[in-house]
C-alpha cells in the first residue's frame, strides 16, 4: 500500500471549515483514499473514501487531485465535537490484505 | 445503531499476570480484527479472524498472546504474562465483507501493567 503524509498537527476555529491535507505520491491506480478518525479515549470511525472522484457524504467531502497524488478532507462547519486525530489511509479495495496500516495522522483541535 | 463492545474499558495488571480482553462484533459480521495502539501512534493489527478460523495473525507475539474466536462470533485476546510493554489500548473491530475496509471499531480497552 502507498504510504501516506499528514501535518502532525493543525488548529481550526469552531464554525469554520477544517481542510485537511494528505499526501500519497506513489498511489498506485487501483488504490483508494480512506479517512478514518479517532476521538480521544475512543476507537477509530470511517468517515469517507474515493478512488479518483470528488466524495461527499454528511460527514465530510473528499477532494482528490487530477494527479490522485494528494487529496483533501473537508469538514465543512467545525465543531468543538470534531477534535480528534485524523488519518489518511491508502490500501487496494478489494484486497487480500484487509488490514487498515495507520500512520500517525494529524491531530486536528477545534478551538471556539 | 448497532456497535462493537468491549470489555473492560480499563485493565491495571501487573508483570507477570494474565489478563483478558472480551470483544462482540456487529451481528452478523464475518470478520473480526484485534488492534494495538501505543499512545501517540496509529492502531496495529494484531490478529484477523474471518468467522471462527485465523486468516491474519504474523504480527501477535505467539509465545504470550492468544486469541481465539470458537464460535465465529465474540472473541478474547489473552496475554500472559503481561510486560510492562504490553501497556496499551486494545481495540477491537469488525467488518461485514471479508474485503471491507468500513471497520467498525469498539472503545477499546486500555490495559496498564506496573
Known amino acids: 500500500d502507498a504510504k501516506t503524509t499528514q501535518p502532525t498537527s493543525m488548529d481550526c476555529a469552531e464554525g469554520r471549515a477544517a481542510n485537511l491535507p494528505c499526501n500519497h505520491s506513489?498511489?498506485?491506480?487501483?488504490?483508494?483514499v480512506y479517512w478514518y478518525r479517532q476521538i480521544h479515549s475512543q476507537g477509530p470511525q470511517y468517515i469517507i473514501h474515493?478512488?479518483?472522484n470528488n466524495e461527499t457524504n454528511e460527514m465530510a467531502s473528499l477532494i482528490i487531485t487530477e494527479d490522485r497524488k494528494s487529496s483533501t478532507l473537508i469538514l465543512p462547519h467545525a465543531t468543538l465535537r470534531d477534535t480528534a486525530v485524523y488519518y489518511c489511509i491508502v490500501r487496494v479495495r478489494p484486497s487480500n490484505d484487509y488490514k487498515l496500516s495507520f500512520g500517525a495522522g494529524t491531530t486536528v483541535t477545534v478551538r471556539a | 445503531e448497532a456497535e462493537v463492545a468491549q470489555s473492560p474499558r480499563y485493565k491495571i495488571t501487573e508483570k507477570s499476570q494474565a489478563v483478558a480482553f472480551w470483544c462482540d462484533p456487529i451481528?452478523?459480521?464475518?470478520?473480526l480484527y484485534w488492534y494495538r495502539q501505543i499512545l501517540g501512534q496509529g492502531p496495529e493489527l494484531l490478529v484477523q479472524?474471518?468467522?471462527?478460523?485465523?486468516?491474519?495473525d504474523s504480527q501477535l507475539p505467539k509465545d504470550r498472546f492468544s486469541a481465539e474466536r470458537l464460535k465465529g462470533v465474540d472473541s478474547t485476546l489473552k496475554i500472559q504474562p503481561a510486560e510492562l510493554g504490553d501497556s496499551a489500548m486494545y481495540l477491537c473491530a469488525s467488518s461485514e465483507h471479508r474485503v471491507g475496509v468500513e471497520q467498525y471499531f469498539g472503545p477499546g480497552t486500555r490495559l496498564t501493567v506496573t
Open positions: 451481528s452478523g459480521h464475518a470478520t
Open positions: 474515493g478512488l479518483k
Open positions: 479472524f474471518q468467522d471462527e478460523s485465523v486468516v491474519d
Open positions: 506513489t498511489i498506485s491506480g487501483n488504490e483508494y
